[in-house]
């Protein structure tokens, strides 16, 4: 009997291995699959760089394709639908991730330009399960949060009503009143509401002067040419983990950032975890192999630093405890000057991230804390050790 044969992206981490007793695993660089190579495939493990469309699949024997990633841009989902191909992608694997990411990068701005972040607004577009995680991380920090998601808003629970402490609000209104906008809606160019160059000469126009903008969502929902020039007359930093046309870089976008990494935002070790989990366990279901239906890597490495972090209090705001342990979990200007000292190794860094963990993994022991301090550690997910 012919054994089952998937088709993975090589750098999908914690697989290798895993399927290989069960079926045929086959592992490729996600950019160079070829139309050849899954010819005889019947699933396919992509991340971002394998473009799943006519040109691979068709005439193929594929039935299935599991992205380890919460976007699926790179997934013709009509092509798939009319020719019986399931796909899946793992909705909220690496929305924690992403969180760190923003808190990181808010606390490094506010450190940068002498910023008090509960004197400002952040504005959040796009509320699915990574918006709503940097909602609950800017109300953390002390921010005043906006919220802007029309087909949420629309479908669940209309405009006037509120979803936890923060309001549904227009675009418009977010723009005008943010400090800081950050985006995280998926790719879109035929939706009711389509994200493709959200960010415009239009939206940069209607920012506050001296604001931020953030974009770890997808390349493309920002209009890199008006970006350049609200630079120049509007915002007083920006911040992208997304190009258009990565992993070719605008070299000016990425000097002037202050900070620009590799669309890494969501490549905590526990988010991969997460998304490989999803790639074996709906392969399992879907072609009834029950032995790893429940499966999660046995092992995600300890990251290079103490997961065991002391913090005294004394003199220091929370916002400086705040980066403190922030930074500790994460030093993202790591990250970003890496990215501007070597830009053409873009997928390299990607490929080769290295071990981070999310806040969950981190326990703080503080001295001479107040309630501000420990509340918002805890609500941004560190363990408190009395």
Wanted: a negative charge.
């Amino acid at each position: 009997m012919r054994k089952l044969k998937i088709v993975t992206d090589d750098k999908i981490p914690f697989l290798k291995g895993v399927l290989d007793p069960y079926v045929n695993v086959v592992y490729l660089p996600g950019s160079k699959t070829t139309a050849a190579d899954v010819a005889d495939a019947d699933a396919i493990f992509t991340r971002t760089r394998t473009h799943c469309n006519k040109g691979l699949l068709h005439g193929s024997s594929v039935r299935l394709i599991v992205t380890a990633t919460i976007g699926y841009d790179h997934i013709d989902t009509a092509y798939c639908e009319a020719n019986g191909i399931r796909w899946i992608n793992a909705p909220g694997c690496n929305s924690s991730s992403v969180q760190q990411y923003i808190t990181a990068s808010l606390l490094v701005l506010a450190k940068e330009k002498k910023m008090n972040l509960p004197d400002m607004t952040l504005g959040v577009i796009g509320v699915g399960n990574v918006g709503s995680k940097v909602a609950k991380a800017g109300a953390a920090l002390g921010m005043r949060v906006l919220l802007n998601d029309p087909p949420r808003a629309e479908s669940e629970i209309g405009l006037s009503q509120k979803e936890g402490d923060a309001t549904f609000t227009s675009l418009e209104q977010l723009l005008k009143e943010s400090d800081v906008v950050t985006c995280h809606t998926p790719l879109t160019k035929d939706s009711p509401y389509p994200t493709y160059h959200l960010s415009s000469y239009d939206f940069f126009d209607q920012m506050k002067d001296g604001s931020v903008y953030i974009n770890s969502a997808r390349g493309a929902v920002t209009d890199s040419a008006a970006l350049k020039q609200a630079v120049q007359s509007k915002l007083s930093a920006y911040i992208l983990d997304v190009w258009e046309g990565e992993p070719n870089l605008d070299l000016e976008l990425l000097k002037n950032a202050l900070i620009g990494t590799p669309h890494i935002a969501g490549y905590s070790s526990d988010g991969k975890a997460n998304g490989t989990a999803v790639c074996v366990r709906e392969f399992c279901q879907f072609f009834g192999l029950d032995v790893l239906h429940d499966w999660y890597p046995d092992a995600v490495p300890a990251p290079p630093m103490p997961t065991i972090i002391s913090i005294d209090c004394t003199g220091k705001t929370a916002q400086q405890v705040f980066y403190e342990a922030v930074i500790h979990t994460y030093p993202i200007e790591e990250d970003s000057l890496r990215l501007k000292q070597t830009p053409t190794d873009f997928e390299k860094q990607r490929g080769d991230y290295w071990i981070r963990r999310e806040f969950s993994n981190f326990t703080i022991q503080l001295k001479n804390h107040t309630e501000t301090i420990v509340n918002g550690l805890r609500f941004l997910g560190f363990k408190i050790k009395n």
